[in-house]
Each structure stands twice: as C-alpha cells, then as structure tokens.
C-alpha cells in the first residue's frame, strides 16, 4: 500500500483499541482519511493496527468523540530513533567531538614533500614555506592560495626557475626547477662589430679585433666599428709593394663593448586633472561557511562603514579524511577604498610626463641604457591634457656582431 512505503523515514506507531466492536474505530479513521495497516483483532473488545506518526494528533480527537480506550503500545522509524539517541547525552557528545575532531585533523597540513631541487636549494625553499607559515601542523584555512605561493617563492628564492605547489588533501607538494647558468657560446665564426644606431660614439673598450673608429666619432646604422680583419692594413700596404702576391687575412671574432650618445623624439599626453583610486588600510575579516550557494556567517555580520569597499574573497574546502566535502571555510576581506583626485598645474603636468616618457623609453631600451638629459621641444594644452615633444639623448650599446663572408684568397 502507497500509505506504508516511507513510513519507517517519517515515522509510526502501534495504538491498542479497547471497547464494544473496536474494529469500528479503525473503520472511522479510515473515513476521515486516516492510514490504518496491520489491523488485528487479539480479543472481543481489543483491536491493534499501525498509524502514521503524524496521523497520531487527528487519532487522539477522533477517541474523544467515541468511549473508546487508546493506547501507544510500539513506537517504530527514525524520529524514534533519534530521539532515543540524542537523549544518550555521552554518546552524543563523543560522536560529535569526534566528527570535529576528525574534521580538524583532516583540514591540517602533515606533510610539505619537495622535489625536482638540490638540497641546498631545498633547505632555502623549507626557510622560505616556514616564514609563510607553510610547515607541518599549520591550518590549511590561514595559507595563502598555492599560486600566490608560487609567486613568492620564485621571488624569494632567485635560484629557481619554475615553480609548482599543489595541496592534495594533508599535503603539500612542491615541484621545483633549478636556474640553470648558459655560459655565452663563443662565436661560431669571424664577426665585424657594426652600429645599429645613429650616435656619436662615448666609450670603446675592444677586447678583440680592428677598431675602425673612435671615440667622438659620429656613425650611421651598418658603420663597422670593429673589425674582424686583424691584418687589413698590412695586406694593403703589401698589395701596394707586390702586386702578384697572395693575401692571408687573419679573420677574428671582434668582441668589445661600444657605447654611443643616441637620440631618441617622443611624444606624451598628461591630462591636468586626474582619477585613481587607492586602499586607505582600514580593514575588517569576515568568515563563512559556504554550502552551494549558500554563505552562513561564522563572524562579522555586519558590512564596516565604509563608503566604498574592496573585497577580496578566499575559499577553502573542509576535508573529511581524504574526501573533499561539499562545504567551505570562506574568508573574506572587506578593505576601504578611496578615490582621490589630482588636479596638477602646467608645470607639474610637464614633469609628470618628462618622467612618464623616459620611464617607458628606460623600459624599452633595457636596463644597462641610460639617460642623460631631455629637452621639451613643443608643448600645447588641448581638451585638459598637456601633449609634449620630447628631444631625449641616452648613452647605450650599439653594437651588434655581423659575420664575415668567406673571402677567397687571391682576391
């Protein structure tokens, strides 16, 4: 019968009927709508069946419009079970603690396993993990996220190269790539040093080969500056006396070091007034527990009283064991944010775009230029912005190695 199927879930009861012609009662229940199973009769004037749990408040009514006697004599599902439980207080109490406990125990980091490294390497990574707190018996919900640690690590720790970390349940394993030193290759070949730029050449220090020019000279792009030819003039002065003679060049690899003043025009806009937001550091922590979709507040129920609110959200799933459960530890950090504006005069706007331009020219021209003066050759203000030319000289390395073709003796 459909009445009895989830009857054990929801819960039911055994009532003993006592009166003249019990059997009547059962039938009552029935007109009204009410489940009966199992019906016995032990007696003339005694009839047992089984009801619903929550059938049992329309049964008791029903029993004081009648002379019958009711009576509870079974009491049978999970509502009675778990009652009977939790009235079982030490039981209940040492399941529960338990449960926490293993939970606990499971959201702990046991082990840090780090491989693919030299062990002095791996001895700077173990210093490194314990100041961020990443060792044995740290809390998984205080560390940062593995990426960020992936991040600081290559930061702190310049002999590495790559890094990998990854959580899988109480441990963390680290993955490394030790930087590996490439000597420069000597050249494969005999090489001429030529400029690639237009500049008046500063500093020469040649290590091997010909110069060709000197310091204060002015060279174009493709002017060699140092040759490969060892003994060029040589054989031209042989080749004045001796016509029929052959010639034996002495061919190098041309190494040294040119450095030139170069001249570089470059355009910038800087507007007069201008936006940027930034974090006052007034902070406050909230923590959740999330299920699904849903965010249970632990601490911090209310928003700070900031007018404007970065947040920034951290999610940690709670283990049980090896098992990932479908609950997690959310930590959230609510930061004020402030917007502030700038309202700059011409010459502020000037000087904050001298700056900005030989800042980007430093950053395309690499680390070892260096710039030596800047003279502002146009500016106009146009629709609140202040757009300047730039005239900036920068000393640099303007040399590149350009290999010699094979040149036939007797030539």
Request: overall charge negative; proline content about 4%.
């Amino acid at each position: 019968m459909k009445h009895k199927q989830g009857a054990f879930i929801t819960g039911y009861v055994t009532i003993l009927i006592k009166g003249d012609r019990p059997e009547l009662f059962f039938q009552r229940c029935m007109q009204q709508g009410i489940p009966v199973w199992d019906v016995k009769k032990t007696d003339d004037d005694t009839c047992s069946g089984n009801v619903r749990l929550r059938d049992v408040k329309e049964i008791k009514a029903i029993k004081r419009k009648t002379d019958y006697k009711l009576a509870f004599t079974d009491k049978k599902g999970y509502p009675f079970f778990i009652k009977r439980f939790i009235k079982k207080k030490p039981l209940m109490i040492g399941l529960i603690m338990s449960i926490m406990l293993v939970i606990f125990l499971s959201n702990i980091i046991w082990e840090v396993q780090i491989t693919g490294v030299p062990t002095e390497i791996e001895e700077k990574i173990s210093e490194q993990l314990d100041d961020y707190g990443v060792h044995s018996g740290a809390w998984i919900f205080t560390l940062e996220q593995p990426t960020a640690i992936q991040d600081q690590l290559i930061k702190d720790v310049p002999e590495l190269l790559w890094v990998g970390v990854e959580q899988k349940g109480t441990t963390f394993y680290l993955e490394g790539v030790e930087k590996s030193i490439v000597e420069e290759e000597e050249p494969t070949g005999p090489q001429h040093l030529v400029a690639t730029k237009k500049g008046v050449i500063k500093n020469m220090y040649v290590s091997q080969g010909l110069p060709k020019a000197s310091v204060n000279d002015y060279v174009e792009p493709g002017d060699v500056l140092v040759s490969g030819i060892i003994n060029e003039e040589e054989n031209e002065e042989n080749e004045e006396d001796e016509e029929d003679s052959e010639r034996q060049l002495d061919l190098v690899a041309a190494e040294g070091d040119i450095t030139a003043t170069t001249w570089y025009e470059v355009s910038v806009n800087v507007p007069l007034e201008g936006n940027y937001e930034m974090l006052s550091g007034e902070q406050e922590k909230k923590y959740y527990l999330g299920i699904g979709n849903l965010q249970l507040p632990i601490w911090g129920f209310r928003d700070p009283d900031y007018e404007d609110i970065h947040r920034e959200t951290n999610e940690n799933s709670i283990r049980f064991f090896n098992w990932e459960l479908p609950v997690k530890f959310i930590d959230t950090t609510l930061s004020e944010k402030v917007y502030n504006t700038v309202e700059r005069t011409k010459e502020e706007a000037i000087n904050t775009g001298i700056q900005q331009a030989k800042n980007e020219l430093k950053l395309q021209l690499g680390p070892e230029s260096q710039i030596i003066s800047e003279n502002v050759l146009h500016e106009t203000i146009e629709s609140g912005k202040v757009k300047l030319n730039l005239y900036i000289s920068v000393e640099e390395n303007i040399a590149k190695a350009e290999p010699i073709e094979p040149i036939s003796q007797g030539d």
